[in-house]
């Protein structure tokens, strides 16, 4: 079946270094990536989508990239910031162009001051 | 600009009871809609799917069920809750269209404790 994933154990890391997160999926050929931040208690909020033939996308101080032979999105906040801290969903599009997307369970980020 | 309202923000029930959960959307019109749950430390399971009013997917069999009864309202219900059925609620929208290239915009979920 189907399946993304996420690396489950928190990332801790101090203020100012660049976090990266990692996704990867299984079974499948995703045409897109999105990335999400989510704050306890809160919904979802859409931060950026790359498609498969794009390798990496910039919005600020985040960066996504799209390896489809790896079958993995890496994201990236450089020069990070305590109020950086919050949960990264990574989503993809499954088989057929159907608005449905499937997630990985979230990474939880902790940036230190 | 859209905005998407969900309520209640929590809510506690007695297992067995009934349950309305709802979720209206301002600012567009005919967006896909969706109901997923969050349970704790997990990802968002995909509960109900709608791409026009009266039109529901059901994405895993289950105690619940959802009805579209306008454009921009949907709704998740059951008639009588599980345990199981705790958990953090989410309703979300997308522009119609059914295409995966569009981002989801959600709302701030329902906190749902069964006893």
């Known amino acids: 079946s189907q399946k993304i994933e996420q690396n489950s154990e928190a990332l801790n890391i101090q203020e100012g270094k660049t976090a990266t997160l990692t996704c990867n999926y299984t079974?499948?050929?995703?045409?897109?990536l999105q990335w999400y931040r989510q704050d306890p208690g809160r919904g979802p909020v859409f931060l950026l989508l790359?498609?498969?033939?794009?390798k990496e996308k910039r919005k600020e101080r985040l960066k996504v990239t799209f390896d489809t032979t790896l079958k993995q999105s890496l994201f990236h906040i450089t020069a990070s910031q305590p109020a950086d801290s919050a949960t990264y969903l990574c989503?993809?599009?499954?088989?057929?162009?159907?608005?449905?997307?499937?997630f990985g369970q979230g990474t939880t980020l902790q940036v230190k001051p | 600009s859209q905005t998407i309202h969900q309520w209640p923000a929590t809510l506690v029930q007695p297992v067995g009871s009934p349950l309305s959960l709802e979720c209206t959307v301002e600012g567009t019109s005919n967006p896909n809609l969706y109901w997923y749950r969050q349970a704790a430390g997990r990802g968002l399971q995909l509960l109900f799917y709608s791409v026009g009013i009266g039109q529901i997917s059901s994405e895993v069999p289950q105690n619940l069920s959802a009805s579209r009864p306008q454009d921009r309202q949907f709704i998740l219900s059951s008639k009588k809750l599980l345990l199981s059925d705790s958990g953090f609620y989410l309703c979300a929208w997308s522009p119609p269209g059914g295409y995966s290239n569009q981002p989801q915009h959600f709302g701030d979920g329902t906190r749902l404790s069964i006893l």
């Open positions: 079974n499948y050929s995703p045409a897109y």
């Open positions: 790359i498609r498969e033939n794009e």
């Open positions: 989503a993809s599009s499954g088989s057929g162009n159907t608005g449905k997307l499937i």
